[in-house]
């Protein structure tokens, strides 16, 4: 029985065949607990895409993003070196991507696995450091940026400011003043010059005096990631989530503007037929995304994320986008996804975001569908927009230890 390829075209099986893909599981076929394991399920690597995986809290999400995490780093030599990847790890469960799951050597056994930890990149903000040493969690370096990368329209963003009202405009206008590496301390002392804003400007101080306590200032530490077949988890799981916003925002612009400059330079050396060193393309993970790419509301990075999900196919960037409230989620990224694996669900609104993607090739609601897997971990349904097909799977179990279990009194 021919491999399930997801996220390929015709053109693309016929010249790579299996090339360039990553193993998600295996094939179920038929319904409830009659079920049973068939092919492998495949997912394409050569091509950016934009994946949601959705599903219920403890249904498997983050345990999902896990396995395709390793899968890339699994990689033959000579595909990754052409593929990169940034984790956003919200709940601090990456890091232990290091060790091997000797707890799951039976069930890897079984799949024809073995126990394995992986090679990935730690980093955490600069201010948080010793909080996570002395957590016993391991890292292998930081991250930090200079207040002067950041934007007026960033710090309005993350003070969850309104753009016209007099806070705004007095930061805006401070902001405008000011130019090269400045401080907090500079962008403070630009408000106190202004003239009026009594109120505002106490306002203003104090959250500035606030932001330094955020943890993400420093000296402009930024790891490289775009490295060839390089994994970076940056743990923002002591992070507010409007800096987590901010975070991801600057290091997305980062990794959007250098992948953008090295399709250029890649189109050139086609053009002129000469060799070119290439900058890998990036695969982008973000967990509980409805928070990042929000439907209501705004959020610092939802400007940079509503940019790569429209135009970040020609740069190469893929996004990975994990939700349990898909309905939560903007609708240019369910409207642009090509891809979605989605464990149970069981919220009206959450299956009604999924069906409208969709419906087209469906025989079912997609209810149906999802009523129709076995009550196991890791099962779920695949819809690929690219061969407009719907499939049933279970995942392959990790191989590196998984930190997203909920615990047990016992």
Request: net charge negative.
């Amino acid at each position: 029985m021919e491999e399930v390829v997801i996220g390929r075209d015709d053109e693309d099986m016929k010249k790579y065949g299996r090339e360039g893909t990553i193993v998600l599981g295996k094939h179920l076929v038929g319904t409830g607990e009659d079920a049973h394991l068939t092919t492998s399920v495949l997912l394409d690597v050569l091509r950016p895409h934009v994946l949601i995986i959705s599903g219920k809290r403890g249904y498997g999400k983050s345990y999902s993003m896990g396995i395709i995490i390793e899968e890339v780093l699994k990689l033959p030599d000579k595909t990754k070196e052409n593929i990169c990847a940034l984790v956003l790890d919200t709940q601090g469960i990456f890091w232990t991507m290091k060790s091997p799951s000797e707890k799951d050597a039976d069930l890897l056994n079984d799949w024809n696995l073995k126990p394995k930890g992986f090679d990935i990149y730690v980093c955490v903000p600069e201010g948080q450091e010793k909080t996570f040493s002395d957590a016993g969690v391991e890292f292998d370096d930081s991250v930090s940026f200079l207040p002067s990368e950041l934007t007026a329209d960033d710090w309005v963003s993350v003070f969850d400011l309104k753009p016209n009202e007099p806070l705004s405009i007095l930061l805006q206008r401070s902001i405008s003043k000011l130019s090269g590496n400045y401080t907090i301390d500079d962008i403070v002392s630009k408000i106190s010059e202004q003239k009026g804003f009594d109120s505002e400007k106490l306002a203003l101080e104090n959250m500035l005096e606030a932001a330094k306590t955020w943890g993400i200032f420093g000296e402009s530490k930024m790891p490289a990631i775009l490295e060839p077949g390089k994994v970076t988890v940056l743990d923002v799981s002591l992070t507010s989530q409007n800096v987590r916003s901010l975070l991801l925002a600057l290091i997305s612009r980062k990794i959007f503007e250098e992948r953008v400059m090295a399709r250029r330079k890649e189109e050139l050396a086609e053009i002129e037929m000469t060799s070119l060193k290439r900058v890998p393309l990036c695969w982008i993970f973000i967990d509980e995304a409805h928070n990042f790419i929000p439907d209501e509301g705004n959020s610092p990075s939802l400007e940079i994320m509503q940019r790569i999900i429209k135009e970040g196919r020609q740069p190469g960037i893929s996004l990975i986008l994990a939700t349990q409230r898909p309905e939560k989620l903007h609708s240019d990224a369910i409207a642009q996804c090509d891809m979605i694996i989605s464990h149970r669900l069981t919220a009206k609104p959450d299956i009604d975001s999924l069906k409208a993607i969709m419906q087209t090739y469906m025989l079912y609601d997609i209810s149906k569908y999802i009523d129709e897997l076995p009550k196991l971990k890791g099962t779920a349904i695949i819809l690929d927009d690219n061969s407009e097909r719907i499939y049933k799977i279970r995942m392959r179990p990790r191989q590196s230890w998984h930190a997203g279990a909920s615990p047990i009194l016992f």
